[in-house]
C-alpha cells in the first residue's frame, strides 16, 4: 500500500524556481527506484529525471537546470527547478518502483524514463509564464 504526495508546484515567471518535493511512505521509499514524469495539455507525458540503484538521468531538455535528489531520513523525493521556461509548464508526477528482476547478475534494474512505475502521486501543477 504505497502511497507518494507532492508538494511545491506553483506559478512562476520564465527563468525563476521551484523545488517540488514527494513524501513517500514506507511501501513506496522502500522501492529504491524514484523519478519525476510531467505532462502539459495536448502533449504525451515524459520522464523529467529518474534516480536509483546508482543511476541518474535527465531528459535533455531539463538537463542542467533540474536536480533530482532523496533525502532518506525523511523519506522524501526532490526536484530542484532551475531556469524555468514556459515549455516546462505541466502537471508534474514523482513515481516509485522496486524494479524488475534481471539475471546476469541478479539485480533489479529500475525503469528509468519507462513509465511502468508501480507508485504514482496524484501531480502537482508547475506553471511558468513568458
Known amino acids: 500500500q504505497g502511497t507518494l504526495v507532492e508538494s511545491g508546484g506553483g506559478s512562476v515567471q520564465a527563468g525563476g524556481s521551484l523545488r517540488l518535493s514527494c513524501a513517500a511512505n514506507?511501501?513506496?521509499?522502500?522501492?529504491?527506484?524514484f523519478g519525476w514524469f510531467r505532462q502539459a495539455p495536448g502533449k504525451e507525458r515524459e520522464g523529467v529525471a529518474h534516480i536509483g540503484r546508482g543511476n541518474t538521468g535527465y531528459v535533455y531538455s531539463v538537463n542542467g537546470r533540474f536536480t533530482i535528489s532523496i533525502d532518506n531520513a525523511k523519506n522524501t523525493l526532490y526536484l530542484q527547478l532551475n531556469s524555468l521556461k514556459p515549455e516546462d509548464t505541466a502537471m508534474y508526477y514523482c513515481v516509485s518502483d522496486k524494479g524488475r528482476l534481471r539475471p546476469s547478475p541478479l539485480r533489479r534494474d529500475c525503469p528509468g524514463f519507462n513509465g511502468s512505475y508501480r507508485y504514482w502521486g496524484p501531480g502537482t501543477q508547475v506553471t511558468v509564464s513568458s
Open positions: 514506507r511501501d513506496a521509499y522502500g522501492s529504491s527506484c
